[in-house]
């Protein structure tokens, strides 16, 4: 009888401890919903033409921006790749005059670029820098005089 009596009491603490299921569907669905985002130039447009130094501004939606450091999902830092496409999800950013990395969690910077036609990729990446892919890319075409 004892055991009955256990058993019962222990059914009734975690049936009323767990989410009912309709919660746990809400919740995940909107997890999902909200996951929608990208980065974004704020203050450049695709075509502008630039007089160097120019200030970027750097915006992402659906993820944190924080310094590099330990990978966690959700979160992650900016990329400035200048005349290249965006890097394939996994693969790590290098870092040289051409990809330039804001580890320190940057969301602005002043550019200097030689007269020209250029092709900037804003790329975001996790904390050791490997790129989340296409779907966190972004590619404008500026003119720099």
Do not use: R
Request: net charge negative.
């Amino acid at each position: 009888m004892k055991n009955i009596i256990l058993l019962a009491s222990l059914f009734v603490y975690f049936t009323a401890c767990s989410p009912s299921s309709s919660e746990s569907s809400e919740s995940e669905n909107t997890a999902e919903t909200t996951v929608q985002g990208g980065v974004s130039f704020v203050n450049i447009n695709d075509g502008d033409t630039l007089t160097s130094p120019f200030l970027l501004e750097m915006g992402v939606k659906g993820m944190i921006v924080e310094p590099k450091g330990e990978p966690k999902p959700g979160v992650g830092h900016h990329h400035l790749l200048i005349n290249d496409n965006a890097i394939p999800e996994g693969i790590i950013i290098v870092a040289d005059s051409t990809h330039i990395h804001y580890g320190g969690g940057q969301t602005s910077d002043s550019i200097s670029l030689l007269p020209g036609n250029y092709k900037l990729t804003l790329q975001f990446a996790d904390g050791m820098h490997v790129s989340y892919g296409e779907k966190w890319a972004n590619s404008i075409n500026v003119i720099v005089k």
